[in-house]
């Protein structure tokens, strides 16, 4: 009995589990999850891109303007790197469905026009998912934070060379 046990232990290995990442008050394997990440466009130079990542590390990035790179490109980042861009957007999903971080919508005062956005996708297999659509002119309500965190969560990712040069 110890020998079937002992062989199921790499088996079990595959079950890691994403911290804070909770379904019904029980931790959610993030093999079953796929963050996309897409800037919007502002008036000026700001990179638009998406970045899509899966929880083994295996990504896209497509650079539409503004970008070191244009088009579609891969990258392998480890998956403690998708575990710590994961934990940094942790705070702001969603519980369930659409979160609208917008001009007219609640928790958005009066914003300063012509600022990007992003749009942040946690996708499970099953079909279930969340959505953050964040306008960067609706920080003031917190002095910046949210903005700020949802900014820096993209530096965890191998994919600065690409979004801006040198």
Known sequence: ????????????????????????????AIERETISYETSPCF???PVYMVTIQPDGRG???GKRFTAVSGVRSFQATPAQYRAFAAKLQPYRPAQGDRLL????????????????????????????QKLSYYYGC???????????LRGAISELPVASYIKAG
Request: hydrophobic share 35%; with cysteine; aromatic share 2%.
């Open 139 to 149: 920080g003031a309500a917190d002095g910046g934070r949210t903005g700020e965190a």
């Open 44 to 46: 000026g130079t700001c």
């Open 102 to 129: 917008q001009p007219g919508q609640p928790g958005c005062g009066n914003a300063p026009t012509d600022m990007p956005s992003v749009e942040v996708r946690w996708s499970e297999l099953s079909g279930a998912s």
């Open 1 to 28: 009995m110890k020998i079937i046990a002992l062989g199921l232990v790499p088996l079990l290995g595959g079950c890691v589990m994403a911290i804070g990442n909770t379904e019904g008050g029980k931790p959610v």
């Open 60 to 62: 896209t990035f497509e």
